[in-house]
């Protein structure tokens, strides 16, 4: 084995992961941690809106307003956050920038508090929250797009320039 084929071989094995792989991983692990964080908010009262919120469009019993809710919330917001993580590598993969990560929080919280504020039932309107949560959840949400975002892109510029540094050698 040359001395070439054995570093395409170590270069084969460190990215032994996909980059679909590694966006899904990305998104998974983010919306658990900013979920978490969001439930810390929730349960410190710097907002009155936990991750349970994700369950209240579904008929479910009482335990999706108690502490087994928050949990479930938690891993359902995981789950749609590999979803959201590849809506970002769809849109503003190429920009590895800061920017566009904050951007994306920020329209995902308009989405979520502005059009899909009918969809949870008990959910002030965005006009009567009051300004403790708004602000709360509305950092969380650009923290969390921030992370995704500039997770995602890292990830796509660090591959795109070592398969090119791979192609000159």
Not at 12 to 32: D, H, I, N, R
Not at 38 to 48: D, E, I, P, Q
Not at 57 to 64: C, E, G, M, R, S
Request: proline share 4%; glycine share 10%; aromatic share 18%.
């Amino acid at each position: 084995m040359t001395l070439k084929e054995a570093e395409k071989e170590q270069s084969k094995s460190e990215q032994s992961m996909s980059f679909s792989s590694s966006v899904a991983a990305t998104g998974f692990f983010g919306g658990l941690f900013w979920s978490f964080i969001g439930y810390l908010t929730f349960v410190f009262n710097f907002s009155r809106i936990g991750p349970a919120l994700v369950l209240m469009p579904w008929a479910l019993p009482d335990w999706k307003n108690g502490w087994l809710g928050q949990v479930v919330g938690i891993l359902a917001i995981g789950v749609l956050s590999i979803g959201i993580a590849f809506l970002y590598r769809l849109i503003f993969v190429k920009i590895n920038k800061l920017w566009p990560g904050v951007v994306f929080g920020f329209l995902l919280w308009t989405l979520v508090f502005g059009l899909f504020n009918p969809m949870f039932p008990g959910l002030k309107p965005l006009q009567q929250m009051d300004i403790n949560t708004k602000v709360t959840t509305l950092c969380l949400y650009i923290l969390y797009g921030a992370f995704i975002g500039y997770s995602v892109s890292y990830e796509y510029h660090e591959r795109t320039t070592h398969e090119g540094e791979s192609i000159q050698r």
